[in-house]
């Protein structure tokens, strides 16, 4: 009872059109002379306020909407169709609540994103009393608990020992990942079973999930331009609508054709069927784990001719991965390898980092170091077990003519144990294992040029290039470079990147698609489409949800259109009564927002992503290697 008393508050023509058309029945089996007047006063009244309505919206440039709605309770009045009026102001009022059901069920994977925002922090005093405080008041530098199973609120250092979290809604990855003291830990995340403590770094506004839901609200409140075009058919529409009946007045005499005509030529299915179809594409779009920040961006996808990949962070993972270990006759590569995490995990250079890492992957225990030193940007000593242990740049040890050469998008750490070479690492960025299956995605759904655009080397890039099945590459480019690579490439086109030296581009494309899942803020500000989940997959995916949304609007609307022209010649014969086409245009109105409503849904020829990606898993960033001996290579 409850929810039918909200439904009237929120809908209050329906509930006066049901109680017109409830108490005009009663009057009609009562056979009251004067019902007529009273359904006609009624419909009258509503052709009066959508007329109001309908002055407003042309003032606002949108002409001709209600215009066949009003002529069409006008004339069934004017004809004595009363009923048929009133089943008119019906389809009208119901339209409006029909709409808002498609549209919630449409947006209700975006609503669910908005549901899991965190709204309450506890802050920490100077003696570690929590006091609740609106997330948006957290101050950087702030004291924070987080509660067991609680969302982290901002982004932040992790103070306590360690936490496990759950952040499939931010990377994809299904398993809850382990961090320690000193880790980032990224707001949206859920926390385990334990409580922790961390340190704010970033104010709400511009931590992880805040910015996600931002993007969520920019998608919600955007309208796109095929919307503004079913406004502007409904001009040529009513035309038609017009001239059609008029030449059933003409061909009958009879009035009553008009009405006959008019009541199943409103313009209900183009202003419901194309906003449905793109709420449906853009929910569909956030199941797969990419965010579109306007409703317009659908369209635009749609007729994607070029695409620019950036290879950094976008094919890549965009961070140096052991791939081949060197080590001089005699030499253990556990060992060697064991004794170079031992020093290198007291530093705290990228490479350093990437090296220990690979260790712990491989299964290689780290011992101990001690008497460590580092000389900045050249390298680090320690001693391990007894041996003196050296480990950085070849020149710096002086062992260039020892160490393997440096190969094309390599970069290689050398090690000496007590004096002598003993073995070189080699690291690269990674490519992701479903770099090749994008690039000819792509092609598949219609882009007519794929192409590389980088600041790397032409080797390196070449390399790159090969491996994923692209052809055009432009190398060595600064940022100013890149975007001018944009500006002279086929229109339109979409550029695809993650960092901030990227967002200039992407904000130049037609379309700039932004890898969100470990990419700079800067790059998902500027662009139009933000892939949350690490696989530049779903960039690719992004342009076939495009194709599809505006394949199923336009259908939604050729539907409208076309039925209600076979319904309007079907009514010039006079064979079907005014009151009949009324229900047969709500029934128009049913299959345009049924038919729209597939945009939230991959077409036939279109496998469910999860089994895509499913079938190309390759070799994941920070997956553990088959073998050791995989690596290992002797000089």
Excluded at 325 to 335: C, L, Q
Excluded at 397 to 406: C, N, W, Y
Excluded at 468 to 495: R, Y
Excluded at 529 to 551: E, F, H, N, P, W
Aim: aromatic residues 6%.
């Amino acid at each position: 009872m409850q929810t039918v008393v909200k439904f009237f508050k929120t809908y209050p023509a329906v509930a006066a059109t049901l109680f017109v058309g409830i108490t005009a029945g009663g009057l009609e089996l009562a056979e009251v002379s004067w019902v007529n007047w009273y359904v006609s006063a009624f419909a009258l009244v509503m052709a009066a306020i959508l007329s109001w309505d309908m002055v407003k919206e042309i003032m606002n440039g949108a002409w001709g909407v209600d215009l066949l709605a009003i002529t069409a309770i006008v004339s069934t009045v004017w004809v004595g169709e009363y009923w048929a009026s009133l089943i008119v102001c019906l389809m009208l009022s119901g339209g409006e609540a029909l709409e808002d059901y498609a549209g919630r069920r449409a947006r209700s994977q975006l609503t669910g994103l908005l549901e899991g925002a965190p709204t309450v922090a506890h802050v920490l005093d100077s003696s570690g009393v929590p006091t609740d405080v609106d997330i948006s008041d957290v101050e950087v530098g702030a004291r924070l608990l987080v509660r067991p199973g609680e969302v982290v609120p901002v982004d932040g250092i992790l103070e306590s020992d360690f936490a496990l979290t759950e952040e499939s809604s931010l990377t994809g990855e299904p398993l809850p990942v382990e961090h320690r003291a000193g880790d980032t830990l990224l707001s949206g995340g859920v926390n385990g079973s334990d409580a922790v403590i961390m340190k704010a770094t970033s104010v709400a506004a511009e931590s992880q999930y805040q910015q996600i839901i931002e993007l969520v609200r920019e998608a919600q409140e955007s309208q796109a331009p095929v919307v503004r075009l079913a406004d502007r058919i409904a001009v040529p529409f009513t035309l038609i609508a017009f001239a059609i009946a008029a030449f059933a007045y003409w061909m009958s005499g009879d009035p009553v054709r008009i009405a006959e005509v008019l009541v199943v030529a409103t313009p209900c299915p183009l202003l419901i069927a194309a906003p449905v179809a793109f709420l449906g594409g853009m929910n569909r779009s956030a199941k797969e784990g990419i965010i579109i920040k306007d409703s317009g961006t659908l369209e635009a996808l749609s007729k994607i001719k070029t695409v620019a990949l950036d290879k950094t962070g976008t094919l890549t993972f965009g961070h140096p991965e052991l791939s081949r270990i060197h080590v001089a006759s005699g030499i253990d590569a556990r060992e060697l390898t064991a004794m170079v995490a031992a020093v290198e995990s007291h530093s705290s250079h990228t490479l350093a980092g990437a090296l220990v890492e690979a260790a712990k992957q491989l299964g290689v225990e780290i011992p101990q170091a001690s008497n460590v030193t580092e000389t900045t940007g050249k390298g680090v000593s320690g001693e391990v077990n007894g041996h003196l242990v050296e480990v950085g740049s070849s020149k710096w040890l002086g062992v260039e003519d020892e160490a393997p050469k440096v190969q094309s998008g390599q970069i290689v750490v050398s090690a000496r144990v007590d004096g002598a070479w003993a073995g070189s690492f080699a690291l690269e960025d990674t490519l992701r294992p479903d770099a090749a299956l994008a690039v000819q995605s792509f092609k598949d759904y219609g882009a007519e040029h794929v192409m590389m655009i980088t600041g790397d080397g032409e080797q390196t890039a070449q390399k790159m290039a090969n491996r994923v099945g692209i052809t055009e590459v432009h190398s060595s480019l600064l940022p100013e470079q890149k975007v001018q690579a944009i500006k002279d490439a086929v229109h339109p086109i979409a550029a695809v990147g993650d960092g901030v030296n990227d967002a200039p581009v992407l904000a130049t494309a037609d379309v700039g698609i932004a890898m969100g899942a470990r990419g700079s803020s800067a790059a998902s500000e500027s662009a139009d489409v933000v892939v949350m989940l690490d696989d530049i997959y779903r960039a690719a995916r992004s342009i076939a949800i495009g194709k599809r949304t505006m394949q199923v609007a336009m259908q939604a609307v050729g539907i409208g259109v076309g039925l209600s022209v076979v319904l309007m010649l079907i009514g010039a014969t006079g064979v079907m009564p005014a009151v009949v086409g009324a229900f047969m245009q709500e029934v128009v109105d049913l299959a345009c927002i049924l038919w729209a409503l597939l945009a939230a849904r991959p077409g036939k020829d279109e496998k469910p992503i999860d089994e895509v990606l499913a079938g190309n898993s390759g070799k994941k960033k920070g997956a553990k290697r088959d073998s050791f001996e995989d690596l290992v290579a002797r000089v």
